[in-house]
């Protein structure tokens, strides 16, 4: 079945710090990619998402495109900030069994940037 | 706009003992709703999901089980509950088929002793 590996975390960074977390992905067909973001004690909330090879996604000062030729779509940031403290995670869009759209996620990474 | 609300917010229960976790959305209808469990270390799962009122389909077998009693109501359950079964519980939802994105609540973290 289609599956999403991320870097493995913590990631420490200091403020203004550059940030990448990679993900890559295995899929037969051209899922939909996502990152989803979950702040401490809260849900996930949808950072961004692309829907096709070389879409990029954007949101709050993040990106990542959708490459097909690496099947990756890396996380990044030019300067990041207390605020960005939190856990992401990398998804993709499958089907179920009954043929209904589920989210594949990864294990999730873990940000925490110093002031 | 729409809003999904999950209670309660943290659960602390015993093992053995029964579990109900509800889910409820507002501001749209005929939602496709979904239960995830994030269990420590092990990233998102996906437990149930439900494209209509009494239609749950499981992904995993396990001790729980899901209803949909109405339109925007989501609920998982369990009649005794297991250790392994501590986690944080995510409601989800999403329209039909004009995408597929989905949408999370809040979250409920159980501990099971």
């Known amino acids: 079945g289609n599956s999403v590996t991320q870097m493995e975390g913590p990631v420490t960074l200091s403020e203004e710090a550059f940030l990448t977390i990679n993900c890559t992905y295995t899929a037969t067909g051209y899922p939909s990619l996502f990152w989803y973001v979950q702040y401490p004690g809260e849900g996930l909330q949808l950072l961004l998402k692309a829907t096709k090879a070389d879409d990029k996604g954007s949101n709050k000062g993040f990106e990542a495109t959708y490459r097909k030729e690496t099947t990756s779509f890396h996380l990044e940031k030019g300067s990041v900030q207390v605020s960005d403290s939190a856990v992401y995670f990398c998804?993709?869009?499958?089907?179920?069994?009954?043929?209904?759209?589920?989210?594949?996620f990864g294990k999730g990474t873990k940000l925490t940037v110093n002031p | 706009s729409q809003t999904i609300h999950q209670w309660p917010a943290t659960l602390v229960q015993p093992v053995g003992s029964p579990l109900s976790l509800e889910c409820t959305v507002e501001?749209?209808?005929?939602?496709?709703l979904y239960w995830y469990r994030q269990a420590a270390g092990r990233g998102l799962q996906l437990l149930f999901y439900s494209v209509g009122i009494g239609q749950i389909s499981s992904e995993v077998p396990q001790n729980l089980s899901a209803s949909r009693p109405q339109d925007r109501q989501f609920i998982l359950s369990s009649k005794k509950l297991l250790l392994s079964d501590s986690g944080f519980y995510l409601c989800?939802?999403?329209?039909?088929?004009?995408?597929?994105?989905?949408?999370f609540g809040p979250g409920t973290r159980l501990t099971v002793l």
């Open positions: 998804a993709l869009s499958d089907l179920t069994q009954g043929g209904s759209e589920k989210l594949v």
């Open positions: 501001g749209t209808s005929n939602p496709n």
């Open positions: 989800a939802w999403r329209i039909g088929q004009s995408t597929d994105t989905q949408y």
